[in-house]
């Protein structure tokens, strides 16, 4: 069964893209209820507008604690009925209390194989450590960064002549790739359980 997705960015929103183009092209069930960022600037939001999605902006620096903000990102989706959010480059953590809240109904996408570098920076330190494989990994998001159950993987070699640059993009291609799978397999679990 499909979900209604609301897809969270904070920049460019090539994944975020890549799942509208996949629902559009019913390669997923699940229909994109919205997408909203956090910051202003993202250039994902204008991209997901001119595909006809309903795109929100939620600044947190117009919020003075981060309880407001959460509340108006809660709201804003149990408005659009959203019944899964995907973090896709949403680069703000979310509050113990937000994850409860949406308890096992978050899930994220991170540029390495966790539990291998969690956090910012993950290709530069993972080139520093010289580490032969990198790659992308969905996860369910719980109260600890990164550190959620993971869904699925997917694995690039990191040759000798990678630096950050060419990494990311080889593993942003993966990410684009694992997103739709991890989607089509909670699609198949989801009132089945
Ligand atoms: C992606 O590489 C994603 O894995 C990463 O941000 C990028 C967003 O790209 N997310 C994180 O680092 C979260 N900690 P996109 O905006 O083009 O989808």
């Known amino acids: 069964m499909g979900y209604n997705l609301g897809i969270l960015i904070s920049g460019n929103g090539s994944n975020m893209l890549n799942i509208i183009e996949a629902s559009k092209k019913k390669i997923i069930k699940s229909k994109i209820a919205t997408v909203i960022s956090n910051n202003p600037r993202a250039l994902g939001i ?3 507008s001119k595909k006809g999605i309903d795109v929100k902006i939620i600044n947190q620096n117009k ?4 309880d407001d903000f959460e509340n108006s990102l ?6 659009k009925r959203v019944n899964l959010i995907c973090l896709a480059g949403f680069m703000k953590v979310l509050s113990k ?5 949406w308890k096992n109904k978050i899930i994220n996408i991170h540029p390495s194989l966790l539990p291998s570098f969690k956090g910012l920076n993950t290709h530069d330190r993972a080139i520093r450590q010289g580490v032969k494989f990198s790659g992308c990994t969905v996860h369910f998001v719980n109260e600890k960064l ?3 159950k993971i869904i699925d993987q997917e694995i690039v070699k990191v040759l000798k002549s990678d630096n950050v640059y060419s990494l990311q993009k080889k593993i942003l291609m993966k990410e684009h790739k694992l997103y739709i799978r991890v989607l089509k397999s909670l699609e198949m679990k989801n009132g089945k359980i």
Do not use: P, R
């Not at 209390?97 to 809240?101: A, G, L, Q, T």
């Open 46 to 48: 204008k991209e997901a």
């Open 97 to 101: 209390d937000f994850v409860k809240k």
């Open 63 to 66: 919020y003075s604690n981060i």
């Open 74 to 79: 809660s709201q804003y989706l149990l408005k």
């Open 146 to 148: 990164d550190s959620g």
